[in-house]
């Protein structure tokens, strides 16, 4: 896997999962009685909600500029794939701290692909 576009590929996939879960928040989980501008207002009413829209919102922005970064400058230069790996497990353990079990593992996956990445780059050096 030496092409960057498959190094940035689970964090697309990230991007996909964080959309999934405004579609289900906002389509899925809407009481009857309710429209889809109506639930949005009352979810950001409550501080859980809040939270949880703008989480989610950072989650899916900063996953999509990760990922738009490790296709342009992942195959540069070896200290820009040093960069890109300690940036994927410090995302890791910001992910940690937040408490968000359900998604880390998708973080793993993706700081070992670039480190393994980064890791043949540097024997081929």
Same mark, same amino acid.
């Given at each position: 896997?030496?092409?960057?576009?498959?190094?940035?590929?689970?964090?697309?996939?990230?991007?996909?999962?964080?959309?999934?879960?405004?579609?289900?928040?906002?389509?899925?989980?809407?009481?009857?009685?309710?429209?889809?501008?109506?639930?949005?207002?009352?979810?950001?009413?409550?501080?859980?909600?809040?939270?949880?829209?703008?989480?989610?919102?950072?989650?899916?922005?900063?996953?999509?500029?990760?990922?738009?970064?490790?296709? =342009?400058?992942?195959?540069?230069?070896?200290?820009?794939?040093?960069?890109?790996?300690?940036?994927?497990?410090s995302l890791v353990l910001i992910i940690y701290l937040y408490g968000a079990?359900?998604?880390?593992?998708?973080?793993?996956?993706?700081?070992? =692909?670039?480190?393994?990445?980064?890791?043949?780059?540097?024997?081929?050096?």
């Amino acid at each position: 896997m030496s092409k960057s576009w498959q190094q940035s590929l689970i964090y697309f996939i990230n991007v996909i999962f964080h959309i999934g879960v405004f579609w289900v928040l906002f389509t899925v989980a809407i009481p009857d009685h309710m429209t889809t501008q109506e639930h949005i207002i009352d979810f950001w009413s409550y501080s859980e909600g809040k939270e949880t829209i703008l989480i989610n919102t950072a989650f899916l922005i900063g996953n999509f500029l990760f990922a738009l970064i490790v296709i =342009l400058f992942l195959n540069k230069s070896l200290f820009m794939s040093k960069v890109l790996a300690f940036t994927a497990w410090s995302l890791v353990l910001i992910i940690y701290l937040y408490g968000a079990s359900g998604i880390i593992f998708t973080y793993i996956l993706g700081a070992i =692909l670039l480190t393994t990445h980064t890791i043949s780059k540097h024997k081929n050096a």
